[in-house]
Structure formats: C-alpha cells, structure tokens
C-alpha cells in the first residue's frame, strides 16, 4: 500500500513559481516511478511530468517542457514539481502518482497506467 500527499499549491500570478511536493508512504518508495498530472475544471485529466525510479530519466509534456522540472529525493520518500513561468492555462489540480513498477525504465504517460494517487492540490494563475 502506499498514500501520497501532495502540498505546496496556491495562488500565483502569471509568470511566477511554485514547488509542489508529494509525499510517499511505504519503505519501496524509492523504487517507483512516479508522475505528476493536472485536471482543470471541465477538462480531461492532463499528463505532466514522470520520473523513474532513480531520477535520472524524466519525460514532459510539450506544454511544460523548460519550465517545469521533475525530481526526487528517495530518502526523505518526496517527489517534487518546480514550476516557473506559470501561466493562467496551467490552473488546474495537480494529483501525482505511483507505479508499482520497481526500477523499471518504462517512461509512463498514461494515467491509467498508475496503481496509487494522492488528493491533489489546487494551483491557481492569475492573470
């Protein structure tokens, strides 16, 4: 079993930042591969950011990629998702997600393919 927490939305106005953070549960955390999605009233649930079990291989989604970064610290059982030059179209909750893949190299960008969610945190941009 494993529960995720995520923390760190809010309000911004555009072209500002954020951390998100999730944090994990469970002792095989740290070998996972993790993912951060989106949903914005109204809309379909959107990919973001994935990472593997080591945080060296990370994948965006092109509406993202150069202004957001994916990490993970595996000791301290957290995965984060810096945000920077927010715009108000990335207004939405943000959920992330375990895989229960251990030290897979599978890069996952389908919701469905994920077995564990947080509740997910709201981030609003203001224009």
């Known amino acids: 079993q494993v529960q995720l927490v995520e923390s760190g939305g809010g309000l911004v106005q555009a072209g500002g930042s954020l951390r998100l953070s999730c944090a994990a549960s469970?002792?095989?955390?740290?070998?996972?591969?993790m993912g951060w999605f989106r949903q914005a009233p109204g809309k379909e649930r959107e990919f973001v950011a994935t990472?593997?079990?080591?945080?060296?291989?990370?994948y965006y989604a092109d509406s993202v990629k150069g202004r957001f970064t994916i990490s993970r610290d595996n000791p301290k059982n957290t995965v984060y998702l810096q945000m920077n030059s927010l715009k108000p179209e990335d207004t939405a909750v943000y959920s992330c997600?375990?895989?229960?893949?251990?030290?897979?190299?599978?890069?996952?960008?389908?919701?469905?393919?994920?077995?564990?969610w947080g509740q997910g945190t709201q981030v609003t941009v203001s224009s």
């Open positions: 469970g002792r095989t955390f740290s070998t996972y591969p």
């Open positions: 997600a375990a895989k229960i893949d251990p030290y897979s190299g599978t890069i996952y960008m389908r919701g469905e393919s994920y077995d564990y």
């Open positions: 990472i593997n079990w080591s945080g060296r291989t990370t």
